[in-house]
């Protein structure tokens, strides 16, 4: 549809008198327009997001979001390792018709639940911790309570839920940059970073390995 529209504004810019030709450009056969005696070949760029920086109105709001934005950096990449390690089990069970195999796979999850996962956000502080659990969300459409409960078992879900409460960190939380404030502003530091190239954005991929929408 975007290249559509622009062939039909490219279109409506072209003088009457211009001719259209077949041209070459870095060694591919495009379409051109000839004007005054010169080819100009039509050229399609890359996408690219503009995004304005942030304003701020006080010295303290300024402060809040460069620390708001340290944490989002910071615990991003464990957010996103999570949604990649669960895209490439859904991956496997998908194609795996043997029992055996597909809770082998199951097992290989847990442990890096156990061992990565869980370890790192012992680490964390409180309000690192609670961004960590949205961004889970966000990576992997489930709340971190109902991936332990899936993939480790129900009383250690529990089990986190309840030490999560004793430092105000809710793992049953969800991620609506809609919604929330903070959501929304954590969303916004996310795709600014994104565009920037200080965090590579995942990419959901679907049972068969292609890319997916975000939901």
């Known amino acids: 549809m975007m290249r559509t529209l622009a062939l039909l504004l490219l279109a409506l810019t072209v003088p009457l008198q211009a001719q259209l030709v077949e041209t070459t450009f870095n060694g591919k056969k495009v379409q051109g327009t000839v004007i005054d005696g010169d080819t100009i070949p039509w050229v399609f760029l890359d996408e690219i997001l503009v995004m304005d920086k942030p304003t701020f109105t006080d010295v ?4 809040r ?5 340290r944490r989002v950096l910071k615990v991003y990449p464990y957010a996103k390792a999570a949604g990649e390690r669960l895209d490439s089990l859904n991956m496997q069970l998908a194609r795996e018709k043997s029992a055996r195999k597909r809770a082998k796979y199951t097992r290989h999850y847990q442990k890096f639940l156990e061992e990565r996962f869980e370890a790192e ?4 502080t409180r309000s690192e911790g609670q961004i ?3 961004l889970v969300y966000r990576e992997t459409d489930q709340t971190v309570f109902k991936l332990i409960r899936q993939y480790r078992n129900w009383l250690t879900a529990v089990g986190w839920s309840v030490t999560g409460s004793w430092y105000d960190i809710n793992i049953r939380k969800e991620y609506d940059p809609k919604g929330d404030d ?3 502003l954590i969303e916004r530091i996310l795709l600014r970073s994104f565009a920037l190239g200080e965090l590579k954005e995942r990419v959901p ?7 997916q929408p975000r939901r």
């Open 60 to 63: 303290e709001a300024r402060k």
């Open 65 to 69: 979001y460069l620390l708001l934005r």
């Open 121 to 124: 956000l012992r680490k964390l």
């Open 132 to 134: 960590l659990c949205k």
């Open 182 to 184: 903070e959501d929304a």
């Open 205 to 211: 991929l679907d049972v068969n390995g292609k890319p």
